[in-house]
């Protein structure tokens, strides 16, 4: 079943979350992820609006937890967590 790896990030340093954009952005698709939503306007209906969401559609919630343990993308993560704070989650469709 489909599963969607969802990202709400307050990007700290903007130029030191760069790296990160092009590190995970060529992660995902070798894992078999697809963008759906990656940083556009958000409307707030309830509660604080997010800085930044990200929404990566996966085949499964397995394929999307094996993508973010694998070593490429702990790699990214690295940098993100130096750069940004947020919460990241699975979604089973």
């Given at each position: 079943m489909t599963a969607y790896l969802v990202a709400e990030i307050e990007v700290t340093d903007a130029a030191a979350y760069e790296p990160y954009k092009k590190m995970a952005g060529e992660s995902i698709p070798r894992h078999g992820g697809k963008f759906i939503?990656?940083?556009?306007?958000?409307?707030?209906?309830?509660?604080?609006?997010?800085?930044?969401?990200?929404?990566?559609?996966?085949?499964?919630?397995?394929?999307?937890?094996?993508?973010?343990?694998?070593?490429?993308?702990?790699?990214?993560?690295k940098v993100r967590q130096k750069a940004s704070k947020g919460r990241l989650y699975i979604v089973e469709a």
């Open positions: 939503v990656r940083g556009g306007r958000t409307v707030a209906l309830e509660g604080e609006k997010p800085k930044r969401i990200v929404v990566v559609e996966f085949p499964s919630v397995e394929a999307a937890e094996k993508f973010y343990h694998s070593p490429d993308y702990q790699a990214a993560v």
